[in-house]
């Protein structure tokens, strides 16, 4: 988790300080499973709160760490793309609203103002 913090320094300041916060943390308290949920706690973050799970679980159950992390990692991806997919498919309902009110009066007057004007001129003769 140390190297891990000292990697992610460039890409995430507080993600890394917070790591490092809980490899200290580890250092002094033997009972990981509860610094490991600290690390949850704090963050407040849905990701954070299952990685910090996780990794409890590896240590409880002993299981492959590389794979529990892989699992984890792939869900969170799909939970990210579902959310996307959401917004994008709500994007066009929320689009055609001002495509409405915008865009089709002016394609009427495009389409329907050569009429009105020769009718205007027909009823005016």
């Known amino acids: ?12 300041r507080k993600t890394a300080s917070e790591f490092l916060l809980t490899v200290d943390e580890m250092k002094v308290n033997p009972n990981h499973a509860v ?6 706690m704090r963050t407040g973050l849905p990701a954070m ?11 409880e159950t002993g299981a492959s760490l590389r794979s529990v992390v892989k699992v984890l990692v792939a869900e969170i991806r799909e939970e990210n793309l579902i959310r996307f997919e959401t917004q994008a498919a709500r994007l066009s309902v929320l ?31």
Do not use: H, W
């Open 35 to 40: 610094v490991l949920t600290g690390l949850g």
């Open 1 to 12: 988790m140390e190297r891990v913090a000292k990697e992610m320094t460039y890409l995430n």
């Open 95 to 125: 689009l055609t609203i001002p495509m409405i009110i915008f865009l089709l009066p002016c394609v009427f007057i495009v389409i329907a103002g050569p009429a009105v004007i020769k009718i205007i001129d027909v009823l005016g003769r």
């Open 49 to 59: 709160l299952r990685l910090s799970s996780a990794l409890i679980q590896t240590l």
